[in-house]
């Protein structure tokens, strides 16, 4: 058995001529205040399978009559606690990116560095000893410019 949603009013709109086209819709979950009305918390609210939206202030009749009606429910043991999967906010981990210029994603970039074979793929000295190698047969721009090349 599904928890109850909670409904929350649809706000008025200037293109319906400030009349909503319904009254109500499902909203995030129930307020702080619907919960503390029951006589439970937020975390004892979310262990129960309820969803709780903290950003919202309004107090809904409604909502608390529905709280009343499934925490009932629960009290007789028509619906068995286990049955029930909690609704805990869950934790996403964002790596952050590091404060690097040119990080050389692209295709272009790895070209740049000599990256692109699989086998080399990120050596170091395979990048150096090839720059030091154009250097010497003067084919790259750098060594035409700073050793005065042709």
């Known amino acids: 058995m599904q928890p109850p949603k ?3 009013k649809v706000p008025l709109l200037i293109r319906f001529g ?18 503390k009305a029951v006589g439970l918390s937020i975390k004892e609210a979310r ?4 969803y709780v939206d903290e950003q919202r202030d309004t107090v809904h009749e409604e909502n608390i009559a529905a709280l009343k ?30 404060g690097r ?10 070209r740049m560095r000599g990256l692109l074979s ?5 050596t170091h000295k395979y990048k150096w000893k090839k720059k030091s190698k154009e250097r010497k047969l003067k084919k790259r721009h750098e060594a035409q410019r700073s050793k005065g090349g042709h």
């Open 18 to 35: 400030k009349l909503p086209p319904k009254p109500y819709k499902v909203g995030r979950g129930f307020s702080v205040g619907e919960i």
């Open 47 to 50: 262990l129960l399978g309820l």
């Open 69 to 98: 009606e499934w925490l009932e429910k629960i009290r007789k043991g028509e619906i068995s606690v286990e049955d029930i999967s909690p609704t805990l906010p869950k934790r996403i981990l964002v790596k952050r990116k590091k």
């Open 6 to 8: 909670a409904k929350v």
């Open 118 to 122: 699989v086998k080399l793929k990120e």
């Open 101 to 110: 210029v040119f990080r050389g994603l692209t295709c272009a970039g790895r």
